[in-house]
């Protein structure tokens, strides 16, 4: 399980930006897109999580409390599976966040067995 995906509190709001990011983009660039983009603040405790044009690079910012974090990961083989959406915001828990950052399909998970329904 990936650090971040184990840190986010299960409250804490996930957003993906839809479409491609310029993965050249730092600190200064991503919290330029999260303010006039996606209209948040960089600084409120969310997670804000931006996609390069090939699919294999992810990149993270948040506010830890007491700065900004920025984490990029890239995958060896295989693309992250992200919204068709061009614009916009797509908000995930922190389970999916997690099957995100390990190369699953967070929109199509596979129970292993049904869930018990209470009579």
């Known amino acids: 399980m990936s650090l971040v995906a184990s840190t986010v509190a299960g409250n804490t709001r ?3 930006a839809a479409g491609s990011t310029d993965m050249r983009k730092g600190f200064t660039g991503l919290s330029a897109l999260v303010q006039n ?35 990029a990961k890239r995958l ?26 390990e190369g699953i399909d967070w929109r199509h998970p596979v129970r292993t067995a049904e869930f018990l329904r209470e009579m």
């Open 37 to 71: 983009v996606l209209a948040s603040s960089p600084l409120c405790g969310e997670v804000f999580v931006f996609r390069g044009r090939r699919g294999d690079l992810l990149k993270l910012l948040w506010w830890d409390g007491t700065g900004l974090c920025l984490l």
């Open 76 to 101: 060896e083989r295989g693309r992250f599976i992200w919204p068709k959406a061009q614009s916009g915001r797509v908000s995930l828990s922190a389970a999916q966040l997690s099957m995100l950052l």
């Open 14 to 16: 996930v957003w993906l």
